[in-house]
């Protein structure tokens, strides 16, 4: 449980500058500590830990973009990043040239045509889970509703069977818990040792079934694509994808298309009733919800930290980050940069946005924004319809604590009488 902020800053933000990414008081306001990094420590170094972090825009960017110095194939959570490569199929852990080949292949799932196509699908969605909610007084925004959005439109996208967004909530949760006081170094021995995305769990373990279904009777989703497509290997020559790349794409896609928007969509309802003259305006014109989206996800990003292996060294504001480093690299710390946003900690939903990072960018940019983006604009569209006003129970919302992502698992939703 938790209130809106912090009601005391931890000893790390109070005095002595230190950044644990694994603490829970930080984790619940991090934005002090990284203010401080930002204008202290532009380059972090926790010897503790074994990490550097970037901080400030202009530098996060740049680290976002230059993936020949901060690769992703050694790990992307800094607990798990080791000297040597991670080996899990999946592209998110992947460099070019394998992840271009690979994310090419999978982009044909996510072209501006298809993702516009599933707007009226996400309409009915969002209507079959606010309409019976309508006049029964409080509930609870993610279980309710925005935790089921997600994960019912990406689970049909990629060729799962309906009815299973619960279940599937609830698996990644669980996985992706991390609890505090453990060792990250111990977490992420377990999860490289149990690297292989064949061993399934939760609704995965139906996978192998899908496949072989699809392969024998292909439908309109990506499992099929998927089974039957060619790939353009480093040789020139093609060849099908194993079982193993298939898997990695469909947990990746599956987890990463559904976390980012539930969690999009609980800051959404939490700020939205914590600014009620932003919520007014978003009333008085519904145009501004599409601009609301960018500016919670500015506000508040999903995934707020990306871990990247250093491959060479580099000279970063007078220091030198030897070869085989750990780099955290702030993206929900720049997006509150003064030196690139007016005003930062302030939310605007009229707020002019030229790039928020909270969605990464460059090579490893979310494959699936723009679905993301269309999610979080209907959700809202459909709630400001039914409740134009509501109050959160701030003394009971709860977080997700993980090493990837920063949102809630309940925020408890009282519409205005």
Known sequence: MLSRETDEMTTAQAGELYYDPYDYGIDADPYPVWKRLRDEAPLYHNEKLGFYALSRYDDVLAGLLDHETFVS?????????SDEPAGIPMMIMMDPPEHTRLRKLVSRAFTPRRIQALETRITEICSELLDPLVGAGQFDYIVDYAGLIPPTVILALVGFPPGLASEFRATVDSSMHFEEGRDPTAIGAERRENRSVTDLSGIFTMLPDLMRQRRQDPKEDLISALVHAELDDVDGASRTLTDQEIMGFVRLLSTAGSETVVRLLGFAGVELARHPDQRELLLADPGLIANAVEETLRYEAPSPIQGRWVARD??????????????????????????HFPDPDRYQVRREIDRHLAFGYGTHFCIGGALARLEGRVALTETLKRFPRWEIDEAAVQRIHTTTVRGYTNVPFTPAV
């Open 73 to 81: 194939s050694h790990g992307i959570t800094l607990e798990m990043i």
């Open 314 to 339: 580099v000279e970063l504001h007078g220091t030198v980050v030897p070869r085989g480093s750990k780099m955290a690299l702030l993206n929900a710390s720049a997006d509150r940069d003064e030196r």
